[in-house]
C-alpha cells in the first residue's frame, strides 16, 4: 500500500520502481487525492489499485484481497475516471512525465531540488554540456518554460518529496 505523498521519493516514482523491479507485485495506492491528474500517472506506472483515504475500512479491506488475488481494484472515483478516460481518450493526453527516460527522470528529481546544472553533472558524473541538454529535454517533453515550471509541474502531479 502506498500514497502518493511520500518522503524523498514520490509516490508515482515509487510505485513505478517497484513495478519495474517487482512486475508481479500488486500496488494500491491509498491517498488523498481524488482528481483525475493524480491517478492517470499512478496506473500508468503500474499500480493495481486506487483508494481515496475516507474509504470504509471494509472496502480498503475487500481491495486488498482483491489485489492479492491477482485482480485490479479502484474506488469510485478512480473507476470513473478510467472509464472516461476509456470512452474519450483524446480528452486525457498522455501523462508526459511518463514519457522521460530515467536519466530524464533522474535530472528531473534533480533540477526540482534545487541543484544547479553543474551540481546536477557532478552527481550524474556526467558533463555540464550533457546536463543541460537532458534538462532540455525534460523541460521540452513536460512542455514548460523554465526551472521554476518544473517545480510547478512536479506540485500539481504529486511529485515533490
Not at 481515496?52 to 491477482?70: Q, R
Not at 534545487?114 to 525534460?138: F, M
Amino acid at each position: 500500500i502506498f500514497d502518493l505523498t511520500m518522503p524523498k521519493l514520490s509516490g508515482i516514482e515509487a510505485v513505478r520502481r517497484v513495478n519495474e523491479a517487482l512486475p508481479r507485485t500488486r500496488i494500491l495506492v491509498l491517498t488523498v487525492h481524488e482528481e483525475d491528474e493524480y491517478i492517470f500517472p499512478i496506473v500508468r506506472a503500474g499500480a493495481s489499485g486506487y483508494l481515496v483515504k475516507d474509504t470504509a475500512s471494509s472496502e480498503l479491506l475487500t481491495a486488498v484481497k482483491t489485489l492479492h488475488s491477482g485482480q485490479a481494484y479502484f474506488g469510485p472515483q478512480a473507476a470513473r475516471a478510467l472509464a472516461d478516460q476509456y470512452r474519450k481518450p483524446d480528452e486525457h493526453p498522455e501523462d508526459p512525465y511518463g514519457s522521460l527516460t530515467p536519466r530524464e527522470r533522474e535530472v528531473f528529481h534533480l533540477v526540482i531540488e534545487g541543484k544547479t546544472t553543474k551540481e546536477v553533472a557532478r552527481d550524474l558524473e556526467v558533463s555540464t554540456k550533457t546536463a543541460e541538454n537532458h534538462r532540455a529535454r525534460v523541460i521540452d517533453k513536460l512542455k514548460v518554460h523554465n526551472t521554476a515550471g518544473l517545480v510547478r509541474y512536479a506540485a500539481r502531479h504529486g511529485l515533490l518529496d
